[in-house]
């Protein structure tokens, strides 16, 4: 079974941020919080992953709650290109992940 | 740098039939894994290869499915007597593996599978 939640879908209007919230109550010490997503009948792309203190990178920001037990993907001006499936995962760093996917957030941009 | 790339990229095959399904990952990349999608699921695992061995292959569903990777590179996905059930996409990632660092996957575009 997947550890984290997420809502099933999300709508945002275009040039606005959306933030796709997840929650991963049971997250332990050693595991990072990694977000990916699925453009329609494409592979997974990486997005940002983190620890504990908050990342930024040229595609988003993520924030991970001081207790670690949720975050939020922040897409801080979406485009229609960002509409996909999101995808929440908790893993341990370096060496093999078992990478386990929910269901993700299907997220709708909005023209 | 080309990425992970998979072919074909659609393979259509009648019920009891044997496929293969190629995998080609990024250039040095140590690990490579192979999951299977189904219409509105995620990706599910179902074996991880660190080198030419296949360190867990605990979510292939049954001996029908096998995996090699023979030199460490590339590698191929195997279904014997295929059933309509095995209809999904099949996609393959691969990753760097440095020891003591996280580890990004890196997807190739899937094979979708379809079996009459």
């Known amino acids: 079974d997947a550890k984290t939640t997420q809502p099933p879908s999300m709508d945002c209007a275009e040039g606005r941020a959306a933030n796709l919230p997840c929650n991963h109550s049971?997250?332990?010490?050693?595991?990072?919080v990694y977000w990916y997503r699925q453009i329609h009948s494409q592979g997974p792309q990486y997005i940002i992953h983190?620890?504990?203190n908050n990342e930024t990178n040229e595609m988003a920001s993520l924030i991970i709650t001081e207790d670690r037990k949720s975050s939020t993907l922040i897409l801080p001006h979406a485009t229609l290109r960002d509409t996909a499936v999101y995808y929440c995962?908790?893993?341990?760093?370096?060496?093999?992940?078992?990478?386990?996917f929910g269901t993700g957030t299907k997220l709708q941009v909005i023209p | 740098g080309a990425g992970v790339s998979q072919t074909p990229s659609n393979k259509v095959t009648e019920k009891g039939k044997y496929v293969e399904l190629r995998c080609d990952p990024i250039?040095?990349?140590?690990?490579l894994y192979w999951y299977r999608q189904s219409l509105g699921q995620g990706p599910e695992f179902l074996i991880y290869?660190?080198?030419?061995?296949?360190?867990?292959d605990s979510g292939l569903p049954n001996d029908r499915f096998f995996a090699v990777r023979p030199e460490g590179s590339v590698s191929t996905l195997k279904i014997q007597r295929t059933e309509r059930g095995d209809s999904a996409v099949y996609l393959c990632?691969?990753?760097?593996?440095?020891?003591?660092?996280?580890?990004?996957?890196?997807f190739g575009p899937g094979t979708r599978l379809t079996v009459l």
């Open positions: 250039s040095g990349h140590t690990a």
């Open positions: 049971t997250i332990s010490g050693n595991e990072y």
């Open positions: 995962i908790v893993t341990l760093s370096g060496g093999y992940q078992k990478v386990t």
């Open positions: 290869f660190q080198g030419t061995g296949a360190a867990d």
């Open positions: 990632a691969s990753s760097l593996t440095l020891a003591g660092d996280t580890d990004t996957q890196y």
């Open positions: 983190g620890l504990k």
